[in-house]
């Protein structure tokens, strides 16, 4: 079987797990409040240009998005979102669950315009009725997005600058942050997003970490604690340096983006041989997912010896298909698929 | 100044208001106990034609939805709503706040399709990942429905038949119920809302009432004790008789659907004023709501001595404006109107 | 029979109605936003002293409490309240159900003291685990107590020092503050409710109003806009002029406290013939309210012709009862309960 | 510095350490669909004489309760805890932010007593305005619970006959039971908790895992879709195998209760130490942790070289430390601390 399903069919990348061996029989506090979670933390400001940012640590990605939203949403807003965000699609209701609407726009490619987040927001406003409407709270953003694809510099300048007219928060979430840093297509560094945004998180679980991800808060005027919010959430790790060691050992010597890489080359072989025996595909691809229109009786025959997602019966027997590289992605793996497709 | 802003600009009928008069220095118990409400709750179950149904008064509908969303939908489940629906767009995200998404589908006319729901219902269950995903867990109708149209009979049917497939809740929100009731254009009858729905209300706050709604649950199965969510969600009525004495007035000697006539003869006599002057409807006028398609600049000139609602701007110097009658509007002031128009 | 059971027996006071009625077919814009709104927040402005505050009309108290958790309380913050205090036992949750504890100090005749608020609050800060336990966000007190006792004005005093000095807010819920205002045993007027609370309710639905209750907000640190929460809690009356017309009546001529003052004097006359008869009280009688303690057996044969309620057994024989005057009481009534005790 | 101060200072056990490594490059799907789960959950069955029993697992305690809270509970339900109780004192309102009353009843030596409880449902029953209260929906006990103690199977059969008997979960909370199932004082065996509880969560985190905890469920009358649930807030582990693996190695040959030995042996070792020095406990100790009672001076000197927590002030010049060993806990620190106690 070669599998293709998803970024986060291995355990750590052996770095990071080498490190949680090594430390494993250490005594440290809990909570977060260790030393090595402190260490990470500070490579985190570093990376990112943020000396003041706050960083925590969490276990997963709706965890995070639930308690940016939770935290950071007054009552009575909502958070605006690609129709295809993973708040919006893929988290059970997460947000909603907070109390807070998901303002569903409509996206190209995965991606929000500004100009149509620009319109929600201003015709929002305009309306004699505002107040019995949920306002718009948030801008949730995806990089790279649910299918793969990549805002530009330029538009999350835009998306910066509209946020701070209307004094909501900007958030990106990273879940796979990793890939486009990895990738030739991003022009968005670290230092961009600590300077653009309000709060993203740098992904782990699906970018080499065992499990993990760090959410870096730039601007600190959210409502209430976020220690206690993310404790009364069920969010806090008791072995908080279990993320610590991680993060620290990620953000040492570029292994965080330099693991990465192997996924973009893995694709990049892929997309190539796809292209080259006539695929299409959903959504042009720049980073570790690839959406593929493939015939219903391919898919079929195909799941047979490979583990790959069914994204969406297009109905005139066709599907979109994904194949997921990562950073443990093997080049015969993807040259054996090439020979099945 | 002429009113045509809503339905709810006066206070009560004065059959009503008389019975409030009448009763007002009696001592009865409070929270829904007294004989004014079970009376009341006996001629709503005859109306219906459902002897076994549970009826509770409450204050207004904003509350009444939330509520119904509350103690029918289970964790993860959001209820289908069209996109027009009050429940998704006038209501401050009251739904989202007790926790569960509002699953807006398209609309047309402010109706939902039955074929697009099933669709979305199927697609829900077919996906692979479907725990992942909000679960349609209630359909949300209004009739009449925010743009003044109706469902038919034929219609109510099919989701009824539709939700009992998937066990889901059919809920109603009658706001403006009477005005529907008092239609030429309306096949659903009372009896029929009681046999095809789970729940409905019946609007009394712009159907004659001072204030107030009665919602009627015919099939039990939702979570929870509803006398104790009413109280925990600060929407019991202290003087619960304050809703009995009105809605027992209300549905004696068929005042419920006779009072809200006044309405529907007032808005026909102006749907032929507006046709005679050429005015277009964004939606086909049938009850008491008319959404007329108007210049700009009419609309600026008109505001000045008539009272009334800007629903839309559309952007090419037109806008939607609506006009609502009700019980109590005068048949001079309609006259007037149309001389201004 | 005889009704001493509670405070909202009838509906509303004579000249409330008087005024409801003439009012009844003007058409007024809804959602609070009519003159007759206007006129009675300035009027209640000017009884208070507090030019700048906000009011609010709401229709009942559950219903004030929770929205004032929901607005004022920050996530992980939990509100102070006797253990008696309506809040903590009798609204069904309805303070959880916004996401807050109540955290329940003890108290004595119904009311908090001082010193055990202070030490809680000092000994949370000083918890080496303050993080991981619920903040202590608000303190709520109840005026009168649900026993019918009154703080006395260094108390209130004291009280807004402590949670100045530590930055949460001081709440008052006046369901019955009229029953207070008309006590010759209270202290504590408009003036000082205004200047030393962040927010407290005038109690409308059992001093003599129909319905309502006025939230007067005096800082307005709060999270979120209260219109729009309102809103979404399903707290809005739509014919918002049924408030405004009501506590417009009750702040003209002093009517609100004058009229409880019969409330008082009946409570004062039963008193009166209680002691005189040896029985005892839970809680020294000065208001409305009287918690008296009585044979089991008396209990049983007295309710065959006096509404009353039971409010706790003691196990030994004799049980607590409660007698409540209003504004509606009649001396004969009282004089006629006292024949049967 | 010796290390008292709590029981998950370390990372996981070496021999689950050993097969989270040994299996860290395998490839499997997400979300606990993974064969380790499988196993793991075949191997929890067996051990608890339950194989229709549900087993998910969870990454930590807070997001266990929180969880089970949430699903279990209706509207307007309470969760039943002992004062003492994690969820009621140290999970920063976790429960309570589910919208749900954490009914606190009195405690002795951390443990509720039946006939506490029983009295509480009884009266609540019994109370005629019982709609108004919060209803006893669950009965929540931590075994061993937060001060080390432990129930015994007598008293736990009386919980759970008084549970069924008003058709309300009994939940017990886990997070330390491999130290009870090591302790010779308990005798309450997980085929016992399988038996008598609705549910039941063995702790992971602090004996032995690296994190995780398992949620075992024998009655699946809870509200809504667990796996959904458990997605919607945030406790899903994309990478579920992992624990998958550990309890899977937990679980086999007995390691759960075996390593948790050494914790029991280690305490006892520390208990004679202490008593022969004389120090009091606040609660007999027959876990792994010690509540010792310590004048002011000696906390003070011995924080110097001994990380230990200080559990609470006195207020008469003693404290009550607390002092925790578990599967890794060397006899040679505990003779250090017995040479500097």
Redesign the interface.
Known sequence: ML?F??D?????H?EV?RR??E????????YGTDAYCEEAREKIRAACGAPEADVYFL?????????VA??FL?????MISPVTGHVN??????V???????I?LPASEGKLSVAAVREYIESYW?D??Y?????PGMVYLTHPTELGTLYTLPELTEFSELCRKYRIPLYVDGARLGYALASDANDISLLDLARLCDAFYIGG??CGA??GEALVVTNRNF???L???I?????????GR?LGVQFSTLFTDGLYAGICRNAIETASMLVDILRSKGYGFLAYPVTNQLFVIMEDSKVDSLRKSV?F??WERLGDGRSVVRFVTNW?TIREDVARLGELL
Do not use: W
Request: proline content about 2%; some cysteine; charged content about 20%.
């Open positions: 599998y399903e998803c986060y069919m291995e355990g750590a052996p797990l949680l061996v430390t494993n029989m250490e005594k440290t506090l809990g276990a997963g990605g709706t965890q995070t998005n639930a308690l939770y935290s007054k009552p009575c807003q909502g699609h893929h988290e059970s209701g997460a909603e669950a907070t109390g807070h609407k998901v569903a305009a004699e009725n107040q019995h409407i949920v306002e679980t699906k065992m499990f409502v209430g604690d220690f206690s919010i404790k009364q959430r069920g969010a806090m790790t008791a072995k279990l583990s997602s069914l443990a």
